[in-house]
């Protein structure tokens, strides 16, 4: 079984940064390929949204509330996927979420594969 577990949120006053990780545990030696890694976020009494996305070929999709403050990257090797986060705003509170896409652990194939979240908070 292959999860995610994602780390690095916490409080953090407006203006600030932080930079959240995500990597694949289980049986991740087995992990052949990802297609797609990303950030998706749900704020209090809100739907999830997707943050970020990032495909293993480099192309990457942003929402237009982060543009030019959040940037993703990933590392194949280690089946990770990061997301750095300047200039936060109070508005971009909330539990942040790894997701992987199309993930092949042979005899595997998963479609989507959840992390459990991961809290940031930013004070205003």
């Known amino acids: 079984q292959v999860r995610l577990v994602e780390s690095g949120g916490g409080l953090v006053q407006a203006g600030g940064s932080l930079r959240l990780s995500c990597a694949a545990s289980g049986n991740r030696r087995n992990i052949v390929s990802i297609n797609t890694m990303g950030w998706y976020r749900q704020a209090p009494g809100k739907q999830l949204e997707l943050v970020a996305t990032l495909t293993d070929n480099g192309t990457t999709t942003y929402a237009d509330s982060v543009k030019g403050r959040l940037t993703i990257s990933r590392d194949n090797a280690k089946n990770a996927v990061y997301l750095e986060m300047n200039s936060l705003r109070p508005e971009d509170t909330a539990v942040y979420h790894c997701?992987?896409?199309?993930?092949?652990?042979?005899?595997?194939?998963?479609?989507?594969?959840w992390g459990q979240g991961t809290l940031v908070t930013v004070s205003s």
């Open positions: 997701n992987a896409a199309d993930l092949f652990a042979p005899p595997h194939r998963y479609l989507e594969v």
